[in-house]
């Protein structure tokens, strides 16, 4: 029990570290989920998406900044899709070749 415990806490903690990067990247900027998994030390960027995706506060904790590696957008962008993350960050003045993040845009 006591590890299950642990576990929930350092999951919490993990959270809370991918949240506060992300509330870094600034208006007009994006960044990857492996250069975030990569500043926290964690083993795959996934585990910051699927934490990414139990966000509840996108105004808070801007997760629509948070792109594939290669500029793609997430499909699975929990507060409207794609289309809806494209719009964010085009209104924010984020550039883009076609429809991927343009290299100009990235903050890291």
Request: charged letters at 25%; a positive charge.
């Amino acid at each position: 029990m006591l590890k299950l415990i642990n576990k929930i806490f350092s999951m919490t903690d993990i959270q809370a570290s991918i949240f506060k990067i992300v509330q870094q990247i600034p208006k007009g900027k994006v960044t990857n989920y492996g250069v975030i998994a990569k500043k926290l030390g964690l083993k795959s960027p996934r585990i910051v998406g699927w934490n990414l995706h139990r966000n509840d506060n996108s105004e808070k904790t801007p997760c629509h900044r948070v792109v594939f590696v290669d500029g793609s957008l997430t499909p699975g962008y929990a507060f409207g899709g794609k289309e809806v993350q494209h719009d964010k960050l085009m209104s924010e003045g984020v550039k883009f070749d076609g429809e991927k993040v343009s290299k100009e845009s990235f903050w890291e």
